[in-house]
């Protein structure tokens, strides 16, 4: 089982930014495909942005478009979810997980993080 731990969450106002990290124990994360998902309080788990093992990335979420990007560090071992412009209907708990394609559907990925609480909030 691959692990994966995610870090950076925290209370953010409305307009604010952060930056999650994905960080992975035991392997190396270029060989994977990263995505980045969320699960708001009482809704399903949904599909942010994934990243490639080649370094694309792929947008699931219409409403993040041109406020979130995904990137990785690959000598740190890391990937990152920039997140700017940050409304209150972002705060969900976010987690990364590790498959060897992207892809927008849960079921696919086999190996999570525990996630990260991100609070958008006045």
């Known amino acids: 089982q691959l692990q994966l731990v995610e870090s950076g969450g925290g209370l953010v106002q409305p307009g604010g930014s952060l930056r999650l990290s994905c960080a992975a124990s035991g392997f190396t994360l270029d060989n994977f495909a990263i995505g980045w998902f969320r699960q708001a309080p009482g809704k399903e788990r949904e599909g942010v942005l994934c990243i490639s093992n080649s370094g694309g990335s792929t947008i699931y979420a219409d409403s993040v478009k041109g406020r979130f990007t995904i990137s990785r560090d690959n000598a740190k071992n890391l990937v990152y979810l920039q997140m700017n412009s940050l409304k209150p209907e972002d705060t969900a708990v976010y987690y990364c997980?590790?498959?060897?394609?992207?892809?927008?559907?849960?079921?696919?990925?086999?190996?999570w993080g525990q996630g990260t609480q991100v609070t958008v909030s006045s």
């Open positions: 997980a590790a498959n060897s394609y992207c892809s927008n559907y849960v079921f696919t990925f086999a190996s």
